[in-house]
């Protein structure tokens, strides 16, 4: 992207970095620092291995505003979305806010059906009927 354009990620002009880079949906990053919070656990009789409270919060963030629990679903979920070539951040998104309605996919990530895309209403309804029900089984 060159220095005049402007970024705007509804047309996906986020930055050559950010569209390489590996996002992660919070689910994910709950279940990497659950992991890490339990090896914190185990060596926690050593003083200089303290969980920090930044870690602790940001651990409650995730969990609290993570969709799926089941890392079987996680994987699932962005299984399905991967199906869609859609972005990292747009999988992302998707995956933590989950919309129920197409309107409301389009609105949070009008990257989506931008020109050059084969995502019509139809192909984004299927997608969004396909996690709600990983949800509704998890």
């Known amino acids: 992207m060159s220095a005049e354009e402007e970024e705007n990620a509804a047309e996906l002009k ?9 996002c992660l ?16 656990q185990q060596m926690a009789e050593d003083p200089m291995n303290q969980i920090s409270q930044v870690f602790e919060k940001s651990l409650q963030y995730v969990k609290r505003f ?15 979305l991967s ?8 999988l992302c ?18 990257s989506v059906q931008s020109k050059g895309r084969s995502l019509d209403d139809e192909a984004i309804e299927k ?3 396909d996690i709600s029900l990983i949800k509704k089984f998890e």
Do not use: W
Request: glycine fraction near 2%; proline fraction near 4%.
């Open 127 to 129: 997608m969004l009927n």
């Open 14 to 22: 986020i930055g050559d970095e950010f569209l390489k880079a590996k």
């Open 93 to 110: 998104v998707l995956g933590n806010l989950c919309p129920e309605t197409v309107e409301e996919a389009i609105a949070m990530v009008p």
């Open 83 to 90: 199906r869609y070539q859609l972005a990292e951040f747009e």
């Open 25 to 40: 949906m919070n689910c994910e990053v709950a279940m990497i620092l659950d992991h890490k919070y339990e090896q914190l």
């Open 66 to 80: 993570s969709r799926y629990k089941n890392p079987d679903a996680v994987r699932q979920v962005r299984e399905i």
